[in-house]
């Protein structure tokens, strides 16, 4: 998972960002990815799945977001293997441990440099809810002045 995050954040990573991305990479390491049972097994309410062709291919993770809404987490598919639906599935058991948790709404949030992710996200019914300049870097959130754009969708 780690190997998989480390590739799909750095195939984003322009030149005037590399330092950013390094820093956001290890703290994101550090503080969740390096951690899923502790981040996300040991909390009521979350999980973490993976895509597997020999190796982890495939990952998102679903994150508390409050009394009915979770939070979309790390959705990643390697390059090789985009296109192939893997992401959709991925999205679908999210969703749906999502909607068998109580969960009335899901939140995520995606940069401006993830354009494949928004379209996928809003062929999926997910709505923008607004937008904003990432000022704060966080293991959430790389910072750097980009432009985070927040989604949401009502889970029926």
Do not use: N
């Amino acid at each position: 998972m780690i190997g998989l995050f480390r590739e799909s954040m750095w195939e984003l990573a322009t030149p005037a960002l590399a330092a950013p991305f390094q820093s956001y990479v290890e703290r994101a390491i550090e503080e969740e990815l390096g951690r899923i049972e502790e981040y996300y097994f040991a909390r009521e309410g979350q999980g973490f799945w993976v895509a597997e062709e020999s190796r982890v291919v495939g990952m998102v993770g679903v994150e508390k977001h409050g009394a009915d809404a979770a939070e979309l987490r790390r959705m990643a598919v390697e390059k090789a293997h985009r296109g192939k639906g893997i992401g959709r599935e991925l999205l679908a058991a999210a969703e749906a441990f999502c909607r068998d948790h109580g969960y009335r709404t899901v939140v995520l949030s995606t940069s401006e440099l993830q354009v494949a992710a928004a379209r996928l996200y809003e062929s999926s019914g997910y709505r923008l809810a607004r937008e904003e300049k990432d000022a704060s870097a966080s293991h959430k959130s790389l910072g750097a002045g980009l432009t985070r754009y927040h989604y949401e969708k009502a889970l029926t």
